[in-house]
């Protein structure tokens, strides 16, 4: 028989809300910092803003009604949630020592955006824990942490294009240079960016 999961205080909203909230603080402190906002104008855009909000929502969703289970796989979770924190920050000293222009200092050297990047394994850290706990658990939250990659990822392309526009061949050196993510460089084809390069 089927059967809805039930609300629990101790559940994985306890690890998942800090960690969105220490990523808010980081962005708040980095702005604060460097002397200027992180984000790109696009982030005031509402369509933008609501759009990317909506897979957080409902990765939180899942996070309320997922106990939070010891084991192999909520072992594994706590790792890329720890290795999340440590790529993020990392990712916002190098921007706050960039000050201003094309951040292409410290973990900006390996990718291009290590703060999604840290997101990304954030979110796959919860889909191991959400999965500890239940197949069904682990499957939602998989389908909303994707959900938050595609989002993510879009908004990634976005950013590209406002970056070229903004510095110009400085951009477009260091992005031609740079893996999108993390991984390995690819050749650049001729013309540009290869489009396929994560």
Known sequence: MFSLPQFSLYSLWMILIPAIATACIG??????????????????????TIISTLPVLALIGVSVVTPIVTGAFFGIGCALELLALVVYVFAVAAFVKARRGVTAVGIYRLSRNPMYASQFLL???FVFMAWSASAMTGLLAAVSAAGNAAVTHWMVLGEEKFLARKYGEEYIAYRNKVPRYFGFRRQEQPGGEDSRRI
């Open 123 to 125: 979110f796959a850290g």
């Open 27 to 48: 962005m708040l402190v980095g702005n604060a910092l460097r002397g200027c906002r992180i984000e790109d104008v696009d982030h005031t855009n509402l369509k933008v």
